[in-house]
């Protein structure tokens, strides 16, 4: 990644064996124009993924950082608002847009071994690095322009936050700003207390953006303990979230899987 070539050079090997992008006219519903704009955007940010991944790889010790700077790049480039359409509208070819990029991923990581010198300082930067090698607005001028409405995405409508007390000696609510309707609070927090839990459950203020530690745990009618899921859970400012490092362990055996 130090050196602009080492991506652009896996990225026009991909460009160069063509995309399989979804037929015109599949659908009566999406303008075919702005279908296939959005599907040559997607395919060609895929090598950013791959970047994303082989960051992970070499630096795990930094994954926050990797995490962040990946997913400021994606929403800078507008790529959830195009994904989202392409889920509506041509989800059964997701995976042939992704496959180009991942047939290459042996060979990008090949190229970025030998050009990184120092792979977790370049990761560091990988928001930067991709912001001048996977620049989609450069690498797909009228693919960029046609589809400035789905990158921008719907406006969010705006809401006051619910309102939040806490009893004094309860320990104040599971998660601040968190409402449960349709469930009321206290019954929220008796079926947590019988899912093994050690109530009184303590709020850590609002959720911000973070990589945070998390236990899933299942239960037979909230009575009995049958396994936990331990995960990494990371936010980003986007609204987007990364489910990673999954361990599921089962109470009867005790035995530990991915």
């Not at 950082?65 to 989202?84: D, F, K, M, N």
């Not at 070819?93 to 990008?108: D, N, S």
């Given at each position: 990644?130090?050196?602009?070539?080492?991506?652009?050079?896996?990225?026009?090997?991909?460009?160069?064996?063509?995309?399989?992008?979804?037929?015109?006219?599949?659908?009566?519903?999406?303008?075919?124009?702005?279908?296939?704009?959005?599907?040559?955007?997607?395919?060609?940010?895929?090598?950013?993924?791959?970047?994303?991944?082989?960051?992970?790889?070499?630096?795990?010790?930094?994954?926050?950082?990797?995490?962040?700077?990946?997913?400021?790049?994606?929403?800078?480039?507008?790529?959830?608002?195009?994904?989202?359409?392409?889920?509506?509208?041509?989800?059964?070819?997701?995976?042939?847009?992704?496959?180009?990029?991942?047939?290459?991923?042996?060979?990008?990581?090949?190229?970025?071994?030998?050009?990184?010198?120092?792979?977790?300082?370049?990761?560091?930067?990988?928001?930067?690095?991709?912001?001048?090698?996977?620049?989609?607005?450069?690498?797909?001028?009228?693919?960029?322009?046609?589809?400035?409405?789905?990158?921008?995405?719907?406006?969010?409508?705006?809401?006051?936050?619910?309102?939040?007390?806490?009893?004094?000696?309860?320990?104040?609510?599971?998660?601040?700003?968190?409402?449960?309707?349709?469930?009321?609070?206290?019954?929220?927090?008796?079926?947590?207390?019988?899912?093994?839990?050690?109530?009184?459950?303590?709020?850590?203020?609002?959720?911000?953006?973070?990589t945070y530690g998390c236990v899933m745990q299942q239960t037979n009618d909230f009575e009995t303990l049958l396994s936990l899921t331990?995960?990494?859970?990371?936010?980003?400012?986007?609204?987007?979230?990364?489910?990673?490092?999954?361990?599921?362990?089962?109470?009867?055996?005790?035995?530990?899987?991915?």
């Amino acid at each position: 990644m130090p050196t602009s070539h080492t991506i652009r050079a896996g990225l026009l090997a991909l460009l160069g064996g063509g995309l399989l992008l979804p037929a015109a006219g599949q659908s009566p519903e999406p303008d075919p124009a702005l279908l296939r704009a959005a599907a040559t955007l997607y395919a060609t940010a895929q090598v950013g993924a791959v970047v994303r991944d082989w960051c992970l790889k070499v630096a795990p010790a930094q994954r926050a950082t990797t995490e962040q700077g990946y997913a400021a790049w994606r929403a800078a480039a507008g790529l959830p608002g195009i994904e989202a359409y392409l889920q509506r509208h041509a989800a059964a070819q997701l995976p042939a847009l992704r496959a180009p990029a991942e047939e290459r991923r042996a060979q990008l990581y090949a190229e970025l071994d030998r050009a990184s010198q120092n792979p977790a300082a370049d990761c560091r930067t990988i928001q930067a690095q991709l912001t001048e090698q996977v620049n989609l607005a450069t690498l797909n001028p009228q693919e960029y322009a046609l589809t400035q409405a789905l990158r921008r995405g719907p406006a969010a409508p705006v809401t006051p936050p619910p309102a939040v007390s806490s009893a004094s000696g309860d320990g104040g609510p599971f998660i601040t700003g968190t409402a449960f309707s349709p469930l009321a609070r206290a019954g929220v927090q008796a079926l947590l207390g019988k899912a093994g839990g050690q109530p009184p459950y303590r709020g850590g203020g609002p959720l911000k953006t973070g990589t945070y530690g998390c236990v899933m745990q299942q239960t037979n009618d909230f009575e009995t303990l049958l396994s936990l899921t331990s995960y990494t859970l990371t936010l980003y400012s986007d609204q987007g979230v990364r489910v990673t490092d999954q361990q599921y362990r089962s109470q009867s055996s005790g035995a530990v899987s991915p």
